[in-house]
């Protein structure tokens, strides 16, 4: 079992948050995956298709292109006939006016012969037709080859070209095709014109009718692709052929009608999909990592990352904005690992990497990809305190995916036998390489954000230069000798037993900053004057434990990070100033001593013994004065805490031997980290007597090298 795994009964609470935590995170997946079928057709025309094979789900019709549409409807145009009404009355009306007026014409002399020559033309026109205005422009757009002339429910085709528009009418009416014959001039008295009237009205209704019988000749589509058949293979040309198959597909994606069952039964994988990522993930942080669980920033920067992802590819597939290998996946397992730990951070990948992959077509080697840069990031990214080592393990991540997408196409036989296949993934992973480096810009915020504290901001804490450093080194000398000192044993002890390192460094720098308050009333900033003497033991004991509180109350107004301020809060535990609390018991007892010599009463003295048990009298004693000689804890809850407790008394006790030898130094930390255990102070962290033992025996080796401890020679 894990260290940082608590088992214990949960509460309603904790069960509430549970289910919450899972509820929405599974709400929020579901929501944002595309609706419908996903397509992530990306191709260009006479390039290679660089996906893997694409085999078709279901049935679908190939699609004629629009340029052979257009063909073909030019090509069906000529069998179009638009209809239009004749007018009979029109005709009659027209020769029966010129009849009328031609009579004051005859009067003046124009021989009868020319009432049979108009009236020949003015039936010519209306037998062929005339167009009006609207009609004519009409045609001139639909252009068609014939007209369909229907009177009586009996139609007639006509050439559209020998209709006659009212100018060419009127034309035709004035031409004079026999000038010696007929001329025209002595018609003076009459206006052609007014014998033009259109009788041939355009029919809507039954031209729309023929023009939909017409355009039903058309056929739309060219063939037909089976379920299961492979629409195009990769590293095959995409020509015209193959373009109008991935149209014609995408097309039917659009235009696929799904069921009220196929909806539902698509929305409940999806539902199902999420919950088992999301209830995994959960499992593995009750099983190893319950801790996490208890801490409300920690829950939220696990799912803010664990989410976004996703939703980004889920955008990306959904308005095909680009390819999802430029979206720096490696992000999520770099921030957990600097923030968390290692396997926490590998687990929440991979969860986030299976969520994204399953709005892709082809999601086998995208899996494989981001999972080997995870695992790489991980491996390659320990601790992030320098730029430096951001930047070779983004150069180790990007080499690892390049391969390893290499090694998918030769293994699949995709990229051997083509070698025009496109680089463009290659590229794309590149770029995503890069964009890995921002998590340095992105760690301030999200510490802020979330409460983490990061390696960067640990380093930065101990620079020497620092504010509260530099204060701590002018004012109290000798306890920041002590920090220094207690720094180095404590991160040399936590690199040995897995810890980290880092914190427990900054940890030590910073433990004993309340001691700035009142630096002389501490040994190591004394030069000879004690201002302890001539005051309570029980006061001097709550001035040294002050030195607790108002570290925090520095910390605060320095804004130190929350994981620093635990250690100081936590370096003595609840255990006792020792040498004002001895001193005090010292003194009570020889006071009750003196007290039972001056009893003269026997009645008196065993009233002050009960049942005769003097050690009984003097425990009773002991526990009744620890009150005040007591630290308020709380008590070491992390590995690192409890190795900062065992490096700080072990430091300050080391500095009253009176000799430096292997055996004494031995004896000193065996004492001081034993009375420890024996005092439970590690009760409430995660360490183990192995652990101690070990801890025990690098704080020894320490501090011999420290002081130079030599073997004694024989004299």
Request: glycine share 4%; proline share 4%; aromatic share 10%.
């Amino acid at each position: 079992m894990s260290r940082y795994n608590h088992k214990h009964n949960l509460s309603v609470r904790e069960y509430l948050y549970r289910i919450l935590f899972a509820a929405v995170s599974i709400a929020i997946l579901v929501l944002c995956m595309p609706r419908g079928t996903i397509s992530t057709l990306r191709y260009q025309k006479n390039e290679p298709w660089e996906d893997e094979a694409l085999i078709a789900q279901d049935s679908f019709p190939i699609l004629k292109s629009a340029r052979q549409v257009k063909h073909e409807q030019d090509s069906l145009r000529q069998f179009y006939e638009p209809y239009f009404r004749l007018d009979a009355n029109v005709m009659e009306n027209q020769l029966q006016a010129f009849r009328q007026d031609f009579v004051s014409l005859s009067a003046q002399g124009i021989p009868h012969y020319y009432l049979q020559h108009f009236l020949g033309k003015i039936h010519d026109i209306y037998s062929t037709g005339i167009l009006g205005g609207e009609d004519t422009r009409l045609l001139g757009v639909s252009k068609p080859q014939y007209v369909r002339v229907y009177h009586d429910n009996e139609s007639s085709a006509c050439p559209a070209s020998q209709l006659f528009s009212e100018k060419a009418a009127y034309e035709y009416l004035a031409r004079e095709t026999d000038s010696i014959r007929y001329n025209h001039s002595r018609l003076h008295g009459l206006d052609l014109m007014k014998y033009v009237t259109p009788n041939l009205a355009y029919d809507s209704l039954k031209s729309a009718q023929q023009r939909q019988e017409v355009d039903g000749r058309l056929v739309r589509t060219k063939g037909v692709v089976l379920q299961g058949q492979k629409i195009v293979d990769r590293g095959q040309i995409v020509d015209e052929e193959v373009e109008d198959i991935l149209l014609s597909w995408e097309q039917h994606q659009k235009e696929h009608k799904l069921t009220t069952r196929e909806r539902l039964t698509r929305f409940g994988a999806r539902i199902v999909y999420a919950a088992i990522l999301v209830i995994l993930l959960l499992m593995y942080f009750q099983q190893f990592r319950s801790d996490y669980l208890d801490n409300l920033r920690t829950v939220l920067l696990i799912m803010s990352l664990s989410l976004f992802f996703p939703i980004v590819t889920y955008a990306i597939v959904s308005r095909m904005w680009a390819s999802v290998y430029m979206v720096p996946y490696c992000v999520l397992p770099i921030m957990l690992r600097i923030a968390l730990d290692s396997r926490t951070a590998f687990v929440t990948h991979v969860m986030a990497v299976l969520a994204s992959a399953i709005v892709l077509t082809q999601p086998f080697t995208f899996v494989v990809v981001q999972i080997v840069a995870g695992l790489v990031a991980i491996y390659s990214l320990r601790e992030l305190s320098q730029r430096s080592e951001l930047f070779r393990s983004t150069v180790w991540v990007t080499l690892s995916t390049l391969l390893t997408y290499l090694c998918m196409e030769f293994v699949r036989n995709t990229a051997g036998g083509n070698p025009e296949l496109s680089r463009w993934p290659y590229i794309y992973l590149i770029v995503a390489g890069v964009l890995t480096m921002l998590v340095y810009l992105l760690l301030i915020p999200i510490e802020r954000i979330f409460g983490f504290t990061s390696i960067v901001t640990l380093v930065e804490l101990q620079n020497v230069n620092n504010p509260l450093l530099r204060r701590l080194s002018e004012e109290a000398t000798g306890t920041f000798n002590h920090s220094m000192q207690v720094a180095n044993l404590a991160a040399e002890v936590a690199n040995r037993l897995g810890g980290r390192a880092q914190l427990v460094r900054t940890g030590a720098l910073y433990h004993d900053i309340g001691k700035l308050e009142n630096a002389v009333f501490f040994t190591e900033n004394q030069n000879g004057q004690n201002p302890h003497d001539g005051l309570p033991y029980e006061r001097s004991a709550q001035i040294i434990i002050q030195h607790v509180e108002n570290g925090l109350r520095l910390a605060d107004k320095y804004k130190l990070p929350k994981a620093v301020k635990e250690f100081i809060a936590t370096h003595h535990g609840k255990s006792l100033t020792k040498y004002f609390y001895v001193q005090r018991v010292k003194s009570e007892e020889l006071r009750m001593k003196n007290e039972e010599l001056r009893m003269k009463n026997e009645e008196f003295a065993a009233a002050l013994t009960p049942n005769g048990n003097s050690d009984s009298s003097l425990f009773t004693l002991h526990s009744s004065l620890e009150a005040p000689f007591r630290y308020p804890g709380p008590k070491p809850q992390t590995l690192e805490q409890a190795i900062l407790m065992m490096a700080d008394a072990v430091e300050a006790a080391s500095r009253s031997l009176p000799e430096y030898t292997e055996e004494s130094i031995s004896a000193m930390v065996e004492k001081i980290v034993g009375s420890q255990v024996a005092d439970g102070s590690f009760d409430e962290c995660a360490i183990t007597f192995r652990e101690i033992a070990e801890a025990k025996e690098v704080l020894s080796a320490r501090l011999r090298t420290v002081y130079h401890t030599r073997i004694q020679y024989p004299e």
